[in-house]
């Protein structure tokens, strides 16, 4: 008997997956609905509202099925058209309730400011997202980096910020995502993991003092996963560091699904959703949402730093920023 067991148990070992290294990733969708002119003013036409409200429940509702992580970052535009058109029988398809409210009570969204801010602020847009029903996140859903004095000033949101056109407003950001530059011209940061970033100075060196919090995105790119599956492979070479923790963003613009339709969904299904599905299964990778991903790094990896630059954008970024 004693030796069956032992038998038993080497069979037991041989086929139960042990993954050495810094699994699971932790992923989230990330989708943006810009201003104009990169998006219509929803304001101004109804009909190209419901059309582009219609094609965000459709994909929100494809991810939920696949149990999908998903951020919602939006411009003011969007919104305002909401608390203009999304009433009556424009709801019928999102249970009586407006969009924004369908997508955060039903189906788990993180509804996350995101401004250019250039009429309205960080401030203004969460103010905008509360008169929806919706609680905004505390992510700055997308900000500018690079050169790091520029008109944003990103360290301004260590305090609470102002509203420019509801100056009654106020909202507090806590979460970084997205360091980027004007118009995506320059070396937006590729970076995988989470840290505390110094100063705009010194933005990939950590700072267990400062206030905010940076998520990684990685490669935030749409039909490969935001680069998944190459950090994967690389975990499984021992290229991390096994302490580490890993985040990918799968950015998803908006105008992309309202132009792609089903085709889209389609090929999304198939190219994203279904391979990380089973990386999920596999227990390599888990969905979360970017408050999410904050509040574990926080309470379950003692806000261990992890900063990890791809290598073809390493030397580079490293040369922008000195340490210390």
């Known amino acids: 008997m004693r030796g069956m067991a032992v038998a038993l148990l080497a069979v037991v070992i041989s086929v139960v997956p042990c993954f050495a290294g810094p699994f699971p990733i932790y992923v989230t969708v990330v989708m943006h609905t810009e201003d104009p002119p990169t998006n219509p003013d929803f304001t101004r036409d109804r009909d190209t509202y419901l059309r582009w409200r219609d094609a965000l429940v459709e994909f929100a509702e494809l991810l939920h099925r696949y149990g999908a992580a998903f951020d919602y970052q939006c411009e003011w535009t969007f919104l305002a058209a909401a608390a203009m058109y999304d009433k009556g029988d424009v709801t019928a398809n999102s249970e009586g309730l407006n969009v924004l409210k369908y997508l955060h009570d039903v189906l788990g969204v993180s509804i996350d400011p995101h401004a250019h801010e250039r009429i309205y602020n960080y401030a203004d847009v969460a103010e905008l997202i509360r008169r929806t029903g919706v609680e905004p996140s505390q992510v700055v859903g997308g900000f500018l980096y690079w050169p790091p004095d520029n008109r944003q000033n990103w360290e301004r949101f260590r305090e609470p910020l102002q509203g420019r056109m509801f100056p009654e407003a106020t909202w507090t950001g806590r979460i970084l995502w997205g360091a980027g530059t004007a118009g995506h011209k320059g070396p937006d940061l590729f970076a995988s993991g989470v840290w505390r970033p110094k100063d705009r100075y010194h933005f990939i060196t950590h700072d267990p003092e400062s206030p905010l919090i940076y998520i990684g995105s990685w490669r935030r790119t749409t039909m490969r996963a935001g680069g998944l ?29 309202v132009r792609g339709g089903e085709e889209f969904l389609a090929k999304f299904t198939d190219a994203v959703l279904e391979p990380v599905g089973e990386l999920v299964e596999e227990g390599l990778v888990r969905w979360a949402t970017l408050p999410e991903i904050a509040r574990i790094w926080v309470e379950e990896h003692g806000e261990h730093p992890t900063i990890y630059i791809p290598a073809d954008q390493r030397e580079l970024i490293r040369s922008l920023f000195r340490e210390g």
């Open 229 to 257: 599956f190459e950090l994967v492979e690389l975990a499984r070479r021992g290229e991390l560091d096994p302490q580490g923790m890993y985040t990918v963003s799968i950015f998803v613009a908006h105008g992309v699904v």
